[in-house]
Nanobody
Framework: QVQLVESGGGSVQSGGSLTLSCVAS????????MGWFRQSPGQEREGVAA??????SYDESVEGRFTISQDNAKRTLYLHLNNLKPEDTAMYYC?????????????????????WGQGTQVTVQD
């Protein structure tokens, strides 16, 4: 079992920045890969960014604006959000799961394969 707790969400103006954090209850390195997902009202949950042994992957909608990083010593996953747009408004979730599912974002289709946090809300105002 892994408990995940996200923080850092908030309301910002378009073009602003935020940093999200996700603290895991135990070390996940070597056992799971970690990623960030988001869900807007009425929309399906989608993958945003994932990290696998230091190698990052991003959805094309955030490429160049968001950066995922991980501090294993602190059991913490980060997502740095820059140049935010109104369409980035969503609940952001941290997840841990099999690397093949997290890295391809297919974990959203099989959510029971992984562990999820409760989410942190990001709102971007025009």
């Amino acid at each position: 079992q892994v408990q995940l707790v996200e923080s850092g969400g908030g309301s910002v103006q378009s073009g602003g920045s935020l940093t999200l954090s996700c603290v895991a209850s135990r070390y996940t390195s070597g056992a799971y890969c970690m990623g960030w997902f988001r869900q807007s009202p009425g929309q399906e949950r989608e993958g945003v960014a994932a990290i696998d042994n230091g190698s990052a992957s991003y959805d094309e909608s955030v490429e160049g604006r968001f950066t995922i990083s991980q501090d294993n010593a602190k059991r913490t996953l980060y997502l740095h959000l820059n140049n935010l747009k109104p369409e980035d408004t969503a609940m952001y979730y941290c997840a841990a799961g099999p690397c093949w599912a997290v890295a391809t974002f297919s974990l959203v289709r099989s959510p029971n394969l992984g562990y999820w946090g409760q989410g942190t809300q990001v709102t971007v105002q025009d």
